[in-house]
């Protein structure tokens, strides 16, 4: 399954670095991160559950960049 | 400005104010002077002090963040506290010009962008309702008032308009509509109100089809791209490691000497070295200029899918296109009238044109239109008659008392009547009247308007070979091709063929060289999807095409090629730019840094300044 979320970051190091956080949490099976639209895709792997999935790639992108945001 | 960014503005003002009254303020307590000096200090630069510490607690050490917080703290350790605190002013004016100046093209391109209507009409006891367009179920009878967007696409129940399309083409060409036409979402109804059926929900329509396509576009990254990604990852902590180096290295070989160590001054030099290495003018200008190309290029009609594919289009070397439906129109047209002595252009048009009145065959279509658009008169029934058609040949007609025969070579021969063979390239049409012959007429598919000069703009724009592939027999195609300057013919291909032959192409051609397909999408998928670049052509209201393509040109016309591609070439001009610019400016001032001819003042232009003369440059890919 296949979902997009808004998020809101300063530059475009960071949002590679949240693309890199979010492809490291278990449940992801691709994220990619698009720094001008502020958009953030993700692939979850099957039958992974989307909003716990969702809680720890937030949770992992704030520990490389602690003042994004991801609107779940 | 956002409320984030006015926040910063407040506290760069406030703590540039501070320095300024602090340096003039004589104290000759140093600790006062620390004391006084941290207070700007602390206001300007304490988010980054403490992103700096998550950073480390969390395993990211080098960041910018890092670079700045020790630059600046070592500079303050040093004494160095005007320096200190303005190297974090400027990081932190540099930083919201960055993210003011990208905020605003990114609001900018968005808004060239925006196709999206906010609401639908519908009538509920006469009177008209706003809804979300979501919400609208399929068959809904929506009202369209003159000045608003279709949202939705549609068939016309009532009502009579002129649509523009130039949100979606790019060229502002006003389309009629009436009662059972189809509508596409985008459009802008200009005149007339308009009741539409609705024939999609909103998310299947075009209007949010393309939408998606282009918000997702940025995901598909260039290779340019990710090659700064990587870069900045390892450049950052190779620069912090140098610095380090060239903090600790000088001082200890000159003890090891016996000489003054000297470690202030290395250690101011380290410092300026840091603040001369921030990335950021790569890391931001370079998605910046993708984002403005993708953007400049959808205003022109023109909807790139990726970065990658922006990147891919300025390195075409070949070009190959399909005939019909890409640099010809599809359509038959009348393109030479001859008629033989004694008989005018226009009467043998109406023989011939009478005597097909009643096939619907292409060529019967376009003998009647020809007629129509000549003479302006309609065709009349009443003078026709006993019609008789012989199956590959022609038809044979009694019109107002003569018989009259019309059709190919081979109808001449049967009737055994000398006829002339025409020096043009077409289908013939052979007319006799009364066992005369009284000419031929030559029907041909049209090359469009602008498919010469997209071809030389394709040539202007670093493209090596046009090769053209059609299904038409040769001399056909060879004629087409002579009068565009296309390089390469190849004639009578079945579909597979072309796939082959492109893929004998993609073979011969150079590893840095890309090959693009541009066809108008119907039956070319597969070699769309074979092509390094598949352009699709004439995709209002094809989803195929835009689901199957790389590139898709709103309209039909060929000379949007070369516009993409000039888009493509500036785009990756000023990519390179940037990286060279940005380079060479940093690379000059740390080796000036690190044997101290560049103090701070120079290191702090080094990074700001370069930063914000790249993001501007990286704007002007907007404009085109």
């Known amino acids: 399954m296949k979902k997009t979320y808004k998020i809101e970051v300063d530059c475009a190091a960071c949002a590679a670095k949240m693309e890199e956080a979010a492809n490291r949490t278990n449940g992801v099976k691709e994220a990619t991160v698009a720094f001008m639209p502020q958009k953030m895709k993700v692939e979850f792997e099957e039958g992974a559950d989307v909003s716990a999935v969702m809680a720890e790639v937030l949770k992992n992108c704030k520990k490389v960049e602690s003042d994004c945001e991801i609107f779940i | 400005m956002t409320k984030k960014q006015k926040k910063v503005l407040v506290r760069i003002i406030v703590s540039a104010v501070l320095v300024a009254v602090f340096s003039l303020i004589p104290v000759n307590n140093p600790y006062v002077r620390l004391a006084l000096f941290l207070i700007p200090y602390l206001i300007i630069g304490y988010d980054i002090l403490r992103k700096a510490v998550l950073g480390i607690v969390n395993g990211q050490v080098f960041d910018e963040n890092f670079l700045m917080a020790l630059a600046t703290v070592g500079a303050i350790i040093l004494g160095e506290y005007v320096e200190g605190t303005a190297v974090m002013l400027f990081y932190q004016i540099g930083e919201l010009f960055q993210s003011y100046a990208v905020g605003k093209s990114r609001r900018n391109i968005s808004a060239l962008m925006d196709i999206r209507p906010d609401y639908a009409n519908i009538e509920q006891d006469g009177q008209l309702e706003q809804v979300d367009p979501d919400d609208v179920e399929v068959g809904t009878v929506i009202v369209v008032q003159p000045g608003e967007k279709v949202p939705i696409d549609g068939v016309v129940v009532g009502g009579t308009s002129t649509l523009n399309t130039s949100a979606l083409t790019g060229e502002s060409l006003p389309r009629e509509v009436q009662e059972g036409d189809e509508v596409i979402s985008g459009c802008v109804n200009l005149i007339g109100l308009l009741r539409i059926e609705t024939t999609k929900e909103f998310g299947e329509s075009t209007v949010s089809k393309i939408l998606d396509l282009v918000e997702n576009s940025s995901m598909k990254k260039s290779?340019?791209?990710?090659?700064?990604?990587?870069?900045?990852?390892?450049?950052?902590?190779?620069?912090?490691?140098?610095?380090?180096?060239?903090?600790?290295?000088?001082?200890?070989?000159?003890?090891?000497?016996?000489?003054?160590?000297?470690?202030?001054?290395?250690?101011?030099?380290?410092?300026?070295?840091?603040?001369?290495?921030?990335?950021?003018?790569?890391?931001?200008?370079?998605?910046?200029?993708?984002?403005?190309?993708?953007?400049?290029?959808?205003?022109?009609?023109?909807?790139?899918?990726?970065?990658?594919?922006?990147?891919?289009?300025?390195?075409?070397?070949?070009?190959?296109?399909?005939?019909?439906?890409?640099?010809?129109?599809?359509?038959?047209?009348?393109?030479?009238?001859?008629?033989?002595?004694?008989?005018?252009?226009?009467?043998?048009?109406?023989?011939?044109?009478?005597?097909?009145?009643?096939?619907?065959?292409?060529?019967?279509?376009?003998?009647?239109?020809?007629?129509?658009?000549?003479?302006?008169?309609?065709?009349?029934?009443?003078?026709?008659?006993?019609?008789?058609?012989?199956?590959?040949?022609?038809?044979?007609?009694?019109?107002?008392?003569?018989?009259?025969?019309?059709?190919?070579?081979?109808?001449?021969?049967?009737?055994?009547?000398?006829?002339?063979?025409?020096?043009?390239?077409?289908?013939?049409?052979?007319?006799?009247?009364?066992?005369?012959?009284?000419?031929?007429?030559?029907?041909?598919?049209?090359?469009?308007?602008?498919?010469?000069?997209?071809?030389?703009?394709?040539?202007?724009?670093?493209?090596?070979?046009?090769?053209?592939?059609?299904?038409?027999?040769?001399?056909?195609?060879?004629?087409?091709?002579?009068?565009?300057?296309?390089?390469?013919?190849?004639?009578?291909?079945?579909?597979?063929?072309?796939?082959?032959?492109?893929?004998?192409?993609?073979?011969?051609?150079?590893?840095?060289?890309?090959?693009?397909?541009?066809?108008?999408?119907?039956?070319?998928?597969?070699?769309?999807?074979?092509?390094?670049?598949?352009?699709?052509?004439?995709?209002?209201?094809?989803?195929?095409?835009?689901?199957?393509?790389?590139?898709?040109?709103?309209?039909?016309?060929?000379?949007?090629?070369?516009?993409?591609?000039?888009?493509?070439?500036?785009?990756?001009?000023?990519?390179?730019?940037?990286?060279?610019?940005?380079?060479?400016?940093?690379?000059?001032?740390?080796?000036?840094?690190?044997?101290?001819?560049?103090?701070?003042?120079?290191?702090?232009?080094?990074?700001?300044?370069?930063?914000?003369?790249?993001?501007?440059?990286?704007?002007?890919?907007?404009?085109?």
């Not at chain 2, 025409?422 to 041909?444: C, M, W």
């Not at chain 2, 602008?450 to 040539?459: D, F, Q, S, V």
């Open chain 2, 223 to 624: 290779r340019s791209e990710n090659l700064i990604t990587r870069f900045a990852k390892y450049y950052t902590p190779a620069v912090c490691i140098g610095a380090l180096a060239l903090a600790v290295l000088p001082p200890v070989v000159n003890l090891m000497m016996g000489n003054p160590a000297g470690w202030s001054q290395w250690v101011i030099r380290a410092l300026t070295t840091l603040v001369i290495s921030c990335p950021c003018a790569l890391v931001i200008s370079i998605p910046l200029s993708f984002f403005g190309g993708i953007g400049g290029a959808s205003s022109k009609g023109v909807l790139v899918k990726g970065s990658n594919y922006l990147e891919a289009l300025s390195e075409t070397k070949y070009v190959v296109c399909d005939k019909t439906g890409t640099l010809t129109k599809g359509v038959f047209e009348v393109t030479h009238i001859e008629a033989a002595e004694g008989l005018d252009a226009d009467e043998l048009l109406e023989m011939a044109a009478y005597a097909e009145s009643y096939s619907n065959h292409p060529i019967s279509r376009s003998l009647k239109d020809a007629y129509g658009k000549r003479t302006g008169k309609q065709i009349d029934a009443g003078r026709v008659c006993d019609v008789e058609e012989i199956s590959g040949h022609g038809v044979s007609a009694v019109i107002d008392g003569r018989k009259v025969s019309a059709g190919n070579a081979k109808f001449m021969k049967m009737l055994d009547i000398a006829y002339t063979v025409p020096q043009n390239i077409g289908t013939e049409v052979h007319v006799a009247v009364d066992g005369r012959y009284a000419g031929y007429i030559l029907i041909s598919d049209i090359v469009k308007p602008n498919a010469g000069a997209a071809i030389a703009g394709l040539k202007a724009a670093g493209v090596r070979q046009v090769v053209m592939l059609t299904g038409d027999a040769g001399n056909v195609a060879e004629a087409v091709a002579a009068e565009l300057g296309v390089d390469v013919v190849k004639s009578e291909l079945l579909p597979a063929d072309k796939v082959a032959e492109v893929e004998r192409l993609l073979a011969s051609k150079g590893e840095k060289e890309r090959l693009a397909f541009v066809g108008d999408g119907i039956n070319d998928a597969p070699v769309l999807s074979r092509a390094d670049i598949g352009i699709a052509m004439g995709a209002l209201g094809s989803d195929a095409a835009i689901e199957a393509a790389d590139i898709v040109l709103m309209d039909d016309d060929p000379a949007k090629i070369a516009i993409a591609m000039n888009i493509s070439r500036k785009t990756l001009g000023i990519v390179h730019q940037n990286i060279v610019f940005a380079l060479v400016v940093k690379f000059a001032c740390l080796g000036l840094g690190a044997v101290g001819f560049v103090n701070m003042w120079w290191a702090i232009f080094a990074d700001v300044g370069v930063m914000i003369i790249a993001v501007l440059n990286a704007t002007r890919t907007l404009k085109s």
